[in-house]
């Protein structure tokens, strides 16, 4: 069974992991798709995301209201997190992987077509994303008033299924925005020394970089939940507005 | 379970060469190290392979085990079970001889990383919650997986424009350090070529050491090169009240 090879040629393609490597490209490639074609249909047909109490996470705040607008209102808000979500760190690892193939897999070799292509490494625009994560906060806060608001019905306080959805998706949201790595750095990754500006003592940075820090271990697992967690409180909204599906009240 | 294993290892040299089939008695728990040793001492005495600890101390044993980097000695056989292994030497270094390459272009590399420059002569106090952070990147065996693997060097050939995942690692390590203070962030930018990365990870993957090459060390070293490069607001503050880098201590 021996093969002919140069060194480099004929290398079998490799596992890590349990799954063969393209799973995880391709599962990235449909779920990022999927969002995308979703999101672009939610922003171009639709105008509003309000049902009674509920907001949809797409349509706060009402930017375009303030501003007196009235068409593709989503727009005006959806834009901040997709520039956060787009030069995020992680999603950067998943884009380059699944879309531009830069690799499409460890140790796999980049298609033909790259060989004549110079690569020029990430794209600059990406290192404003600490500019993005401020755009991303200012947007969360909105969505924590929703949740409060999610749960103040005509007769008082109460718990619908919308309620929770909305309360997991800012818990999650809260996860990913404050994993972020250029935050990490803002609040205190970028200093050598914390004892030295503290007279030998922790100051406050630290504590929170510290917990920052273990927060960040999980910034992927955090930007998948939230993401799914957008698309899935944005469903539920909107097919309530849609009469497709009644709201559940559980008290 | 079969009694022995089936390993197709790389002959061969610059010139080229092709896989050879070798059988291999079982005996519990051996590495691959010991396999291509067996291969070694009774079928193939002139097979070339590079080792020294085999307790994944000194990173010589670098290879790409069915396909993916890993060093042969922390490498079980029974993961393989019922299939042939393959093992060839790392791509991205030009080849010696079968499983050795020529990893000296590392070597070079690691001249050019300036020397831990501290701000007061030794011996000086520091705190050690300070120094923990840095602690990870010591753990470093110099295998060379990392930069076997990353695509800018395996598959770009990008070896004049980038140092290197191991050598960000090492860069980290000194430029986190509380007591130094030369200012490497213009050199990881620009010879360093902090830019090639693309944050996708290989490198961490197949680290044997477990060290978080990509969050805790190129991501924050490409922080702080924006923090003096691509971030106009910070510029302009800083250049409004003359004030250096928080990254160096003054
Ligand atoms: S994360 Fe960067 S350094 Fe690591 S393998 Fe990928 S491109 Fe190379
Ligand atoms: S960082 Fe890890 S993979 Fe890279 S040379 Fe060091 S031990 Fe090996
Ligand atoms: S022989 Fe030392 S690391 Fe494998």
């Known amino acids: 069974m021996a093969q002919t090879s140069q060194p480099g040629v004929n290398h079998p393609k490799p596992r890590f992991g349990k799954m063969p490597y393209w799973v995880e490209p ?3 490639l449909i779920a990022f798709s999927g969002f995308v074609i979703y999101a672009l249909w939610e922003v171009l047909f639709h105008n509003t995301g309000t049902y009674h109490n509920y907001v949809s996470p797409f349509f706060s705040p009402d930017i375009a209201g303030w501003l007196g607008v009235h068409i593709l209102t989503a727009l005006y808000v959806a834009w901040m997190p997709f520039v956060f979500r787009f030069s995020c760190y992680y999603y950067r690892k998943e884009y ?25 490494g990430e794209w600059k625009i990406n290192n404003l994303h600490r500019y993005t994560w401020f755009l991303a906060v200012f947007v969360l806060i909105f969505l924590w008033k929703d949740v409060v608001q999610a749960f103040i019905f005509p007769n008082g306080f109460g718990v619908g299924v919308g309620s929770l959805i909305l309360l997991v998706n800012a818990i999650l949201l809260t996860g990913y925005t404050f994993s972020c790595h250029a935050w990490r750095n803002m609040i205190g990754g970028r200093k050598d020394c914390f004892s030295c500006t503290a007279h030998g003592k922790k100051p406050v940075s630290y504590g929170i970089w510290r917990r920052v820090s273990a927060l960040n271990v999980f910034h992927g697992w955090w930007a998948w ?17 849609m009469g497709v599906i009644h709201d559940v009240r559980l008290f | ?45 002139d097979l070339a392979v590079r080792w020294n600890c085999k307790a994944a101390h000194c990173g010589s044993c670098s290879a790409e085990i069915n396909g993916v ?45 300036p020397a831990f420059h501290p701000t007061v002569a030794a ?5 050690q919650w300070d120094v923990d952070r840095i602690q990870e990147f010591h753990h470093c065996i110099e295998c060379f997986l990392c930069q076997d693997v990353c695509h800018v060097l395996r598959d770009h050939q990008e070896k004049s424009q980038y140092y290197g995942p191991r050598f960000m690692v090492k860069m980290a ?19 360093g070529g902090i830019g090639l990365c693309n944050v996708t990870k290989c490198c961490t993957s197949v680290c044997p050491q477990h060290i978080h090459i990509t969050d805790n060390a190129i991501i924050p070293l490409k922080e702080r090169v924006a923090d003096r490069y691509y971030d ?19």
């Open chain 1, 26 to 28: 391709v599962f990235t």
């Open chain 1, 96 to 120: 380059y992987r699944a879309f531009t193939f830069h690799p499409f897999g460890c140790a796999v070799p980049e298609p033909k077509s790259h060989q004549t292509r110079p690569y020029k």
């Open chain 1, 225 to 241: 939940a939230s993401m799914f967690s957008v698309w899935i409180a944005d469903l539920y909204v909107r097919l309530l507005i």
């Open chain 2, 1 to 45: 379970m079969a009694d022995e294993f089936i390993l197709s290892i790389f002959r061969g040299d610059a010139d080229g060469g092709q896989e050879v089939e070798y059988r291999v008695p079982r005996v519990e728990g051996m590495v691959v190290l010991d396999a291509v040793h067996h291969v070694q001492a009774h079928e193939a005495q």
């Open chain 2, 69 to 113: 980097p890993k060093l042969m000695c922390k490498t079980r056989l029974d993961e393989y079970e019922g299939q042939t292994v393959h093992i060839q030497p790392m791509k991205t270094f030009p080849i010696i001889k079968d499983l050795v390459t020529d990893v000296s272009w590392n070597y070079e590399v690691a001249k050019k990383i």
């Open chain 2, 123 to 127: 011996p000086f106090r520091m705190q």
């Open chain 2, 173 to 191: 390590e000194f430029e986190m350090h509380p007591m130094d203070r030369a200012d490497r962030i213009p050199q990881i930018k620009n010879e």
């Open chain 2, 232 to 250: 106009p607001i910070r510029n302009f503050f800083r250049k409004l009240g003359g004030k250096g880098d928080e990254s160096q201590p003054e």
